[in-house]
T-cell receptor, first 114, second 116 residues
Framework: SQKIEQNSEALNIQEGKTATLTCNYT??????LQWYRQDPGRGPVFLLL?????KEKRKERLKVTFDTTLKQSLFHITASQPADSATYLC?????????????FGKGTHLIIQP | DGGITQSPKYLFRKEGQNVTLSCEQN?????MYWYRQDPGQGLRLIYY???????QKGDIAEGYSVSREKKESFPLTVTSAQKNPTAFYLC???????????????FGPGTRLTVL
């Protein structure tokens, strides 16, 4: 069955440094991968999407890479700020393609310390 | 002000009662979804609907029911058959089949259900 793994332990990063989060998947050949941010008690918010034929995608201080050989995506936040503290979710299209929803990882809790 | 809304924000239920969670969107999206989130867990898909009057079971549909009578609305009923209903429930919508294949989802603020 499809499986997505994100580091379940909290990631503590000093303000101003680059935070790197990892998403690994197995038994998948997704056409794209998405990253969401979730704050406590709130719904996830879409951040970035990267397709299988794209190696890297950037949006302001965010960068996502997608290695289909390693079956891994890396999510980077440069010049991190305390306001970046949140849980970040990796999501892949479901087994039936995007039409039947996404499969989410458990998320990585990121803490940016001032 | 476009978006997706859920109500109520907090809901308390006695054992044996059915409760219905509301989800409304004005984004003109065809697809709508219900997820359940437990502490330390990822989002798990309960039901989804790609078009009005049609819906499909997700990974954990047992003890839940839905309806899709209007494009804008996708209510979820948590029945007494759901053995462990206390959780955070999230509704989402996306453009659906008529859009691109990259089905970005827009989430509501969630409903926290507690069984007393």
């Amino acid at each position: 069955s499809q499986k997505i793994e994100q580091n379940s332990e909290a990631l503590n990063i000093q303000e101003g440094k680059t935070a790197t989060l990892t998403c690994n998947y197995t038994n998948y050949s997704p056409a794209y991968l998405q990253w969401y941010r979730q704050d406590p008690g709130r719904g996830p918010v879409f951040l970035l999407l990267i397709r299988e034929n794209e190696k890297e995608k950037r949006k302001e201080r965010l960068k996502v890479t997608f290695d289909t050989t390693l079956k891994q995506s890396l999510f980077h936040i440069t010049a991190s700020q305390p306001a970046d503290s949140a849980t970040y979710l990796c999501a892949l299209e479901g087994s039936g393609g995007g039409a039947d929803g996404l499969t989410f990882g458990k998320g990585t809790h990121l803490i940016i310390q001032p | 002000d476009g978006g997706i809304t859920q109500s109520p924000k907090y809901l308390f239920r006695k054992e044996g009662q059915n409760v219905t969670l509301s989800c409304e969107q004005n984004l003109n999206h065809d697809a709508m979804y219900w997820y359940r989130q437990d502490p330390g867990q990822g989002l798990r898909l309960i039901y989804y609907s790609q078009i009005v009057n049609d819906f499909q079971k997700g990974d954990i549909a047992e003890g839940y029911s839905v309806s899709r009578e209007k494009k804008e609305s996708f209510p979820l009923t948590v029945t007494s058959a759901q053995k462990n209903p206390t959780a955070f429930y999230l509704c989402a919508s996306s453009i659906g089949l008529r859009g691109t294949t990259t089905d970005t989802q827009y989430f509501g603020p969630g409903t926290r259900l507690t069984v007393l």
